[in-house]
Structures are given as C-alpha cells and as structure tokens.
C-alpha cells in the first residue's frame, strides 16, 4: 500500500520536470527542420528566394519573418506542435 503523500512527493515533481525539460528542448533544440519547413510555408510550396530576417522561439511555438522572393515581400510563419509539447510541427503563414 502506497502513502497518501508519494503522489504529491514524487509523482507531481518528476511531471513537472518533465515538463520543464520538454520546454526547453522546444526553444533551444535544433530547428533546422522547422526552419525548412517555414520558409516552405513562406514560398507557398513552391521553391523560391528567401531570407529570414526575424525569428523568436518559446516552448509553445516557433515566429520566423521572411522577405520572399525578388520583390522582398514580407511574411511572417508561425509554427507549433500538434499538441503543446509534442507532435508533429505544422506551420501557417500569418
């Protein structure tokens, strides 16, 4: 039998580590495939010339803003996970 206060010692702290750790890994880890993907998202699909002028990273999402093509027409793609710290990252252009 368990005591009552191992859940609220053990179980609620190691969580929350968790948590934490996934948070970090989402804004410090590598974003090279998300990056890909943005400036995907930022052309439209299609291959065209890009740079990445702004970009800023939190565990809930990634903001990269790109001048695309010749013109250097401005756009700013925000990316997140399928759920907060987990998943899939799919991105929009805003």
């Known amino acids: 039998m368990s005591e009552p206060g191992v859940f609220r010692r053990v179980v609620v702290p ?26 995907d998202t930022a052309c439209g699909g299609t291959p065209c010339p890009l740079q990445m002028t702004e970009f800023s990273r939190s565990p809930f999402s990634h903001e990269y803003v790109f001048q695309v093509g ?21 991105c929009t252009a805003k």
């Open 14 to 39: 190691v969580t929350l580590l968790g948590l934490t750790a996934l948070g970090i890994l989402n804004t410090y880890g590598d974003a090279t495939n998300v990056e890909k993907l943005a400036g």
């Open 70 to 90: 010749k013109g250097g027409k401005r756009v700013s793609v925000e990316c997140k996970r399928g759920a907060i710290f987990f998943g899939d990252y799919a």
